[in-house]
């Protein structure tokens, strides 16, 4: 929309459209309130967003964020949103090589079968055991912490005692989960299984004195109170539409290809400065929400930034035109590929990537992880390519820091993702390449992105998928009520970098518009 269709003051300006912005505005617009928001780029939806990246190919593939497991019910209820989450059948495939030959431990189809999955692997079901009380333990704590993400921050004791699980809250809380883990199972590639929730985006050793892995390890087992991750029906981008809809559809003013500027503000009121492709425009606001990362909300408040963020991940989008046999001939494809694949992700293998990266070298042994969403939801594709049998497939590569990135963005990124399908090949009966589709252009469907892409293309500080290190999900110096307070009165942070943000959750943004809704009925 043009400049010309504001008016010149709100009740609330939200700098940043993506999911958590959209979140705002359509609690704040549903409670009677003016709202703007601003996006910079050509549409809403920031990272969590569904796009056709291959010429002439219709396949709507989750470019960015692509499961789903933090996004509160309540914010679905209460914005009416016409949004479903799809459950996948098996939770996670990681193929092995052992005595010679191919094999691998499949996770799901119930738990006879996952039983004796581990069996076969380890020699015994003592593994499954440890396994299934460890998540037994998880999910006593992902009951307990999850409903407390959209009400205010709790104290620290308050959580605690909230978990009641004094083992629970030491191996989670006070010491580095690689303890937990070693303590509790003994199978290295059951071990590396555990620790990847550790480290989705998250550069961190098992042992990591500063426990930024066990914070990534915290939020990716309280979703839903279950820790499960489903499939976005539509893609992420459905989420992101209804969120938009909700919005407008309350009275909320979104404006794409608006740039914010400035934030001026004395406490009590604020103006915000924004730049269109045809002028620079100053709108009053009582409140300001921040959508974008700390480092930006510093530079659009003239305060001093905190420390730089960094991401670690690889993204790798890929249409099939099949998906790979196996070498291992006793799991199906469509089963293994439809959880979580993992790739290089023994413990060992783990802790080798991440010393290598960390003394600035890329991994010999890239370790990630693949999902197939069209296996869950074919909806993605066009008829004719889910008839004809293509599939999508994601690739998150962990221990790869935007550091190594520096010297050569383009060369790296070819380096390491030649290197990470490298070790998928290594498990399969053919080459991925040979079952890669070709667009309008005769060009393998296939996008790799680094940090810096993701830096460049969304604005995430060193590509950081989070803005920065994640944060415990109650109270320290600082945090506020809400963990969305800024230095200044009428500014809050409402995106990934608020306390108890990153992940496709809506939980920020839900918090700031109760900041502010509790601040207009005092």
């Known amino acids: 929309m043009s400049a010309s269709r504001t008016h010149r003051s709100y009740d609330a300006v939200i700098v940043g459209g993506g999911h958590n912005g959209l979140v705002a505005a359509a609690y704040l617009a549903r409670a009677g309130r003016s709202v703007l928001l601003l996006e910079r780029l050509a549409g809403t939806g920031g990272a969590a967003v569904s796009t056709r990246p291959f010429a002439g190919v219709d396949a709507r593939l989750s470019r960015y964020s692509y499961l789903v ?13 016409d949004f479903r989450a799809r459950k996948r059948t098996v939770s996670s495939y ?12 499949l996770v799901g189809g119930g738990e006879k079968r996952t039983r004796d999955a581990f069996a076969r692997l380890t020699g015994s079901e003592r593994e499954y055991e440890s396994w299934r ?30 978990v009641g699980d004094e083992r629970a809250w030491r191996m989670l809380f006070e010491e580095p989960i690689g303890v937990a883990i070693e303590e509790g199972f003994h199978d290295d590639l059951v071990r590396g299984v555990v620790l990847t929730d550790a480290l989705i985006g998250t550069f961190a050793d098992a042992h990591d004195p500063s426990l930024k892995q066990n914070r990534c390890f915290l939020y990716h087992v309280i979703g839903g109170g279950t820790g499960d991750w489903d499939v976005p029906v539509g893609g992420m981008g459905a989420l992101t ?6 919005a407008r559809g309350a009275g909320a003013v979104l404006a794409t290809g608006h740039e914010a500027l400035r934030i001026d503000t004395d406490g009590h009121h604020a103006q915000v400065t924004y730049r269109t492709a045809d002028s620079e425009v100053t709108v009053a606001a009582r409140h300001v929400l921040v959508g974008a990362s700390p480092q930006q909300l510093a530079e659009l408040t003239g305060d001093t930034p905190p420390e730089p963020a960094e ?13 790979p046999r196996l070498r291992d001939t006793s799991v199906d494809p469509r089963e293994a ?14 802790a080798a990537a991440h010393a290598r990266a960390a003394a600035g070298e890329l991994p ?17 594709l066009a008829p004719d390519l889910a008839e004809r049998g293509f599939q999508t497939l994601t690739l998150f590569g962990l221990h790869t820091p935007a550091r190594l990135f520096a010297r050569d963005n383009d060369a790296v990124r070819g380096e390491l993702l030649k290197a990470t399908l490298a070790q998928l090949d290594a498990h399969l009966a053919e080459p991925i390449t040979d079952c890669l589709a070709t667009d309008a252009d005769g060009r393998p469907c296939l996008e790799a992105k680094s940090p810096l892409d993701l830096e460049r293309d969304l604005g995430l500080p060193g590509g950081n998928i989070f803005h920065r290190d994640l944060a415990w999900p109650h109270a320290q110096d600082g945090t506020g009520r809400w963990g969305v307070e800024t230095r200044h009165a009428n500014v809050l942070l409402c995106g990934a970098g ?7 959750s809506g939980v920020p943004g839900h918090n700031a518009a109760m900041a502010v809704l509790e601040a207009g009925a005092a």
């Open 133 to 162: 009380r460890f998540y037994g333990m998880t999910r006593g704590v992902a009951e307990r912490v999850f409903p407390t993400l959209t009400q205010p921050l709790p104290t620290r004791s308050e959580l605690r005692r909230r």
């Open 94 to 105: 990681t193929p092995v090589e052992r005595a010679g030959r191919p094999t691998g431990l």
């Open 498 to 504: 608020a306390v108890r943000g990153g992940g496709v």
């Open 241 to 246: 539409d209804a969120l938009a809809d909700a």
């Open 364 to 380: 010999a042994a890239p370790p990630s992880e693949i999902y197939c969403h069209s296996l869950t939801d074919p909806s993605i």
């Open 311 to 323: 991401g670690a991940q690889l993204k790798v989008n890929m249409l099939l035109e099949r998906l």
């Open 337 to 350: 590929f439809s959880g979580t694949f993992h790739i290089a992700e023994g413990y060992e293998q783990l």
């Open 69 to 81: 497991s933090l996004l509160p019910a309540k914010i679905v209820r209460d914005l009416g949103l």
